[in-house]
């Protein structure tokens, strides 16, 4: 993924989560916050330490990488998403995975209309 789809600083992870809308399921949190002027979305992870070791970590990331790479005609453009994940998300494999953010993202109105019908 390439770094402009990727939200790295400290204040552009405050600004989604204090002027953003959450949405949540058992695995993961999405705050999502509009931008209009931006012809793209952009995603930020939050893995917590609680979840555990950088092994479990560092993958529970790869995996969400890798849905948004997937979903990245289905995601709606102009958006920032932040994913924190939750606990049961570090026992999961990737189609569990990948099953879960669609649901999320449903519930976010994170996907393009059309695209809902078809996953």
Not at 84 to 106: N, T
Request: charged letters at 35%; hydrophobic letters at 35%; one cysteine or more.
């Amino acid at each position: 993924m390439k770094k402009k789809y990727r939200i790295k600083k400290n204040e552009e992870f405050q600004e989604v989560f204090q002027q953003g809308v959450s949405v949540a399921n058992r695995q993961f949190v999405v705050y999502t916050l509009d931008r209009p002027e931006q012809p793209y979305f952009r995603i930020g992870l939050s893995v917590s330490k609680k979840l555990g070791k950088a092994v479990v970590r560092n993958r529970i990331k790869r995996y969400v990488r890798q849905c948004f790479l997937e979903l990245k005609e289905e995601v709606a453009p102009g958006k920032d998403y932040v994913i924190i994940a939750r606990q049961p998300a570090a026992e999961m494999g990737y189609a569990e995975v990948k099953k879960s953010l669609i649901h999320v993202l449903r519930k976010a109105g994170g996907l393009k209309k059309e695209a809902e019908r078809r996953i």
